[in-house]
């Protein structure tokens, strides 16, 4: 009888491990985001046809942290038609057949980019000064699952725990090396996730230089294969994807800050969004709020108003 009790405690222990990666798994959360509550406040809101109304002004309730200008999406949605908010320009409309998804931050200035990683038999190739996705022969990165290659001609280096904020020129001791895949995460084995490696790889050919910053494998639907990234220019190297009028546009919804500091809205601080020149809202119009962070939906205190 002695061997069906070891059998019966193994069947139970095997059960409550299950039970526990079960657990586990479901109830895994992400370290993007923020825990911020954004405040709405009306009280100098206007509506008529100048085109330069204040529209709106978010602050934080009090236990706020700082959030990074470039990892900020602020849209207005008005009367059905989403208008992005920046201290400039917004991403134009996404092309829905395109394996590469760029996304510009509130900061004017950085992308928020996904790539279609789905396929293991083949590459995905993404040229990142243009944002766009490319062939075999024209391109910077190429993306398979979890396999991240270089192209040959561009010099890197990974410069471990750095911020965007952080790089403002080309680290010393770059590297020519491109055979071999980048070591860009980890992978948890208690949760079965790919966790990107905490710091900035620096990329650079020719007159142009960019920081990477590896956010997260997986899509707003937790599907993996995504892995995406924010981009930027370091100093004043080009990056033709700002000038690219196909995906780069003036915002209709301008950002106003009376912060002396670009790379962060502060904790304490009121920012107003406000027309840019254009007429959103005239008369009675319903404006819906959505701010994601990291790509991570925010929350508000109130998502919906309507101004008179």
């Not at 790539?115 to 590459?123: C, F, K």
């Not at 910053?213 to 997986?218: A, E, K, P």
Request: proline share 3%.
């Amino acid at each position: 009888m002695r061997w069906k009790n070891i059998a019966a405690a193994t069947v139970i222990l095997i059960i409550v491990a299950a039970a526990v990666w079960t657990y586990l798994i479901a109830s895994y959360e992400s370290g993007l985001g923020t825990s911020n509550v954004i405040e709405v406040s009306t009280e100098y809101s206007v509506s008529d046809s100048h085109g330069d109304n204040q529209l709106v002004s978010l602050n934080f309730e009090h236990g706020a942290e700082d959030l990074a200008w470039s990892s900020l999406e602020i849209n207005l949605i008005i009367n059905d038609t989403n208008h992005g908010c920046s201290f400039g320009s917004q991403s134009n409309i996404e092309s829905s057949d395109s394996k590469v998804i760029p996304r510009l931050g509130a900061d004017g200035f950085t992308f928020t980019t996904e790539v279609d990683a789905t396929d293991s038999d083949s590459y995905t190739y993404f040229d990142l000064s243009q944002q766009q996705e490319k062939n075999g022969t024209d391109y910077w990165m190429k993306f398979s699952s979890t396999d991240i290659y270089l192209a040959e001609g561009i010099t890197w280096k990974f410069v471990e725990g750095a911020s965007l904020s952080e790089i403002n020129e080309i680290p010393n001791g770059m590297s020519n090396d491109t055979s071999q895949r980048l070591e860009w995460y980890e992978y948890d084995m208690s949760v079965h996730r790919v966790n990107p490696n905490e710091g900035i790889y620096v990329v650079v050919k020719e007159d142009m230089a960019f920081k990477i910053n590896f956010l997260t494998y997986y899509n707003e639907d937790d599907e993996s294969r995504y892995p995406t990234m924010q981009i930027a220019a370091i100093g004043n190297a080009s990056f033709p994807a700002l000038d690219d009028p196909e995906l780069v546009i003036p915002s209709p919804c301008k950002i106003i800050s009376d912060s002396e500091d670009n790379d962060y809205w502060r904790s304490n601080e009121t920012i107003n969004l406000i027309e840019n020149q254009i007429n959103l809202c005239e008369g009675t119009c319903n404006i819906s709020i959505s701010v994601k962070y990291e790509t991570v939906d925010v929350e508000i205190t109130r998502h919906k108003i309507q101004l008179d």
